[in-house]
């Protein structure tokens, strides 16, 4: 099957979704993106930035996202995003998205920016009429750290 039009933007929505889900800390609704027995990958920073930690199933994502209880905030930016599929694969595509987060830290009164550059392997899974995550494997290219001045609680 060839991704038509409509299948990349609904990928491109559920992508969007995620990153927007997490930032408004929505974790329920972003465990919902995923198919009931997806793997998420995650790495393990600063000593990891492969993916080296499997969460599975919805309790799974839940789990790894439990990791973001002691940051202020986050932001998360995409920046690519390719999808493609087999010939021959019907519902199912794979997505390579690359993208920017911002973690902010408060700590003794100084508050720290860790900025991920981070990519997104993933595997898509048609379910009824709409797109899930079927596996995501988080990578971090680099990790810069700044000062700021100022964030929104």
């Not at 930035?49 to 998360?76: Q, S, W, Y």
């Not at 493609?84 to 019907?90: C, L, M, R, W």
């Not at 899930?132 to 680099?142: E, H, S």
Request: net charge negative; glycine share 8%.
């Amino acid at each position: 099957m060839t991704l038509t039009s409509a299948d990349r933007l609904d990928l491109s929505g559920l992508v969007h979704r995620y990153a927007g889900y997490v930032d408004a800390r929505r974790f329920g609704d972003l465990a919902e993106l995923f198919t009931v027995d997806a793997e998420l990958v995650t790495p393990k920073p600063p000593e990891h930035l492969e993916p080296c930690v499997r969460h599975n199933g919805h309790a799974g994502v839940l789990d790894a996202m439990a990791g973001l209880a002691g940051i202020t905030r986050t932001h998360h930016g995409i920046l690519g995003e390719i999808y493609t599929s087999e010939n021959d694969a019907t519902d199912t595509a794979t997505g390579d998205i690359t993208g920017v987060a911002h973690h902010w830290i408060e700590a003794d009164g100084t508050v720290t920016d860790h900025i991920w550059h981070l990519r997104y392997r993933d595997v898509y899974q048609r379910v009824g009429p709409a797109w899930r995550i079927a596996a995501r494997a988080l990578t971090i290219d680099a990790i810069e750290t700044r000062t700021t001045r100022q964030v929104r609680s």
